[in-house]
């Protein structure tokens, strides 16, 4: 699996999945979720209002994913997770690999071939983005080992900005 450090814009990204950095609700929100929302017109918010009916009534659980077309998207499909929010406790690691596990799981099970992170709950939930790819590498060493034939072979982490993707180039060297 080819990992590359990129900076820019996810939502211009041609992949097969981009990872949207959701808030519980799916209903849209600041930052990689707005932008990701804006980008893919409002056939997205239709979607996870049907999600949020059908499946998830009580909305998505920090460390959880969930799939969506990509709509206007170059990407296929959105696998929307919710980060843990350090502002209010959710300091545990473990649920911040979680995010990027079960987003991996996801691509993988959709047949994706190349998926596009965001830095999951660096920014406005408190992460540091040094933190935050480490809990990244972890999630991809983990994921290499428990699978054996996954169809990803391009993991990118497409980052906005040039300390948080110096701060991935450190850990994934």
């Known amino acids: 699996m080819r990992i ?7 939502t211009t990204r041609p992949v097969d999945a981009i990872v949207n950095a959701a808030n519980s609700s799916l209903l849209g929100g600041g930052g990689v979720d707005g932008a ?9 918010l239709e979607a996870c209002r049907e999600i949020r009916v059908t499946l998830l009534p009580g909305g998505l659980p920090v460390g959880g994913a969930v799939v969506t077309p990509g709509f206007h998207l170059p ?7 919710v980060g843990p929010n350090r502002h209010v406790g959710e300091t545990d690691p473990m ?24 830095a999951i709950s660096a920014g406005v939930y408190g992460w540091d983005a040094g933190e935050v790819a480490k809990a990244a590498s ?9 699978t054996t034939a996954s169809s990803l072979e391009v993991v ?3 980052l906005f900005s040039t300390p948080t993707a110096d701060a991935f180039r450190r850990i994934f060297g």
Not at 36 to 44: V, Y
Not at 95 to 118: H, K, M, N, T, V
């Open 4 to 10: 590359e450090i990129l900076e820019g814009d996810i």
């Open 36 to 44: 990701i929302h804006r980008a893919a017109g409002p056939h997205l």
């Open 75 to 81: 990407a296929r499909w959105v696998i929307h997770t």
């Open 95 to 118: 649920l911040l690999r979680s995010c990027f596990r079960e987003s991996l799981r996801a691509a993988d099970s959709l047949g994706a071939q190349s998926i596009a992170f965001p």
């Open 138 to 146: 972890a999630a991809l060493d983990n994921f290499a080992e428990e």
């Open 156 to 158: 990118e982490f497409v």
